[in-house]
């Protein structure tokens, strides 16, 4: 989560640090400002791999030989 938040793509909180107000400021925000959602989103697809499923299962496959 730490590197999605750190490229923009992301906020995190501390769960006990979070109250229902501020949750509910956050989604708001994000609601009237399309573009800032936007740009998230765009950031969040940067951090994608593509094959990771794919990398994933032959780790494994590998530690089982």
């Given at each position: ?38 740009k ?26």
């Open positions: 989560a730490q590197v999605f938040a750190q490229a923009g793509a992301a906020y995190t909180y501390r769960q006990n640090d979070l109250t229902g107000v501020q949750l509910e400021n956050i989604v708001l925000d994000l609601l009237n400002q399309p573009e800032k959602l936007e998230m989103s765009h950031q969040a697809r940067s951090l994608a791999i593509p094959d990771s499923v794919e990398q994933l299962v032959s780790l494994i496959k590998d530690q089982c030989h």
